[in-house]
Structures are given as C-alpha cells and as structure tokens.
C-alpha cells in the first residue's frame, strides 16, 4: 500500500498525527527529522549552527531519496521538504501526500515553548515570531502545491483528523 507522507510547516501536529496513524493502521512510522539527525550525528540545530541550512537540506534529501521504492509507511516529514520539488516528487511516487494544517496563531502558541527545540533552530534571522511568520506565510502555497488532502488540526482534534485519513484510505 501507498505511504502515507504528511508534511506541515513546524507545530501543525504531524508528529502527534503520525504517531496516532501508526498505531491505528498498524503501520510503521518513520520521521525525516529522526533520519536526518541519526545521519547528522547531532540535533539538527548543533548540525545546522555548524553547518547551515543548505548542508541540512543535502541530508534530508538523502534521506528521502533513501526511502525510494518504500510502501506501507506513516511518513512524518520535516517542515522544510516542500522546499525541494525533488523531495517532493520522490515522496509521491509511492506516497499519498496530506497536509497538515493548522492556524498561524495556533503554530506560533504552540511553538512558543519550544523555541530552542533541538531540531528547530530559527530559519532565518531576526526575533522568533517574525521567522515563523514570514516562513508560514511563504510556505503556505507550497503545501497547497503538493498535496491531495488537508486536515486542519485547529478546527479538527487528532482523532477527527485521523479518522478522516482513514476514510481516505
Ligand atoms: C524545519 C522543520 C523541522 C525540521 C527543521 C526544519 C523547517 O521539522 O525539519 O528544523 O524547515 O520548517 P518539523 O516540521 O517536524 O518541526
């Protein structure tokens, strides 16, 4: 069967989403994130403040490219991977793309606690508020680009939007 590939700006809930997914159809869940760092050898943050972003980038789409040909998966990807079209045709060769949506204002609650998580170091320069801010707004036709359905988890708890994938299936 056809991975599922939720993809998200940060704090949309896809891991949450992905999590639940997994255990309900039974299927085997796999994080870029996860991948990325093990690669990397350190938090993606450590990896992109020695690093930067475009060496993030050249590993994550390694790690996509490495799930060629994959299927049956619950696929938790990066925020970020919209940002490469050959991420994105890689993932719907075998993958049902969805997006998970979810408020600007709901994003950036969400996010406030975690501003220095490990693996989301800010984007850009400038005060955490306006790099999620332009980055959302940037991204938000992206998503839209690339994807065959949304759930929003502002409007929809994660059990709705769960059942809501599986009608999909
Ligand atoms: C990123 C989002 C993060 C992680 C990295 C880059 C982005 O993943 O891949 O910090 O570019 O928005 P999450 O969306 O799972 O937080």
Redo the contacts with the bound molecule.
């Keep these: 069967m056809k991975n599922l590939v939720l993809i ?5 809930g ?2 949450t989403l992905s999590q639940e997914l997994s255990q309900r159809l039974k299927r085997k869940r796999i ?3 996860e991948v ?1 760092a093990e690669r990397a050898g350190m938090s ?2 450590d990896f ?1 403040s020695q690093h930067g ?1 475009a060496e ?1 980038r050249r590993i ?1 789409a390694e790690c996509i490219a490495d799930l060629r040909g994959s299927e049956n998966l619950i696929l ?6 919209v ?1 490469n079209p050959e991420n994105m045709s890689l993932l719907g060769e075998h993958g049902i793309i969805i997006w998970v949506h979810a408020s600007l204002e709901d994003v950036l609650k969400r996010l406030m606690g975690t501003v220095h ?1 490990a ?3 800010l ?1 850009s320069q400038g005060d955490f508020r306006t790099d999620i801010t332009e ?1 959302y707004i940037r ?1 938000v036709s992206m998503y839209k680009r690339y994807t065959a359905f949304t759930v929003n988890t502002s409007t929809h708890t994660i059990e709705e939007c769960c059942a809501a994938i599986e009608k999909i299936l």
């Design positions: 998200g700006f940060r704090g949309t896809k891991s994080s870029t994130d990325a993606i943050s992109v972003w993030f994550e938790d990807s990066g925020g970020g991977v940002e998580d693996q989301r170091p984007l980055n991204r």
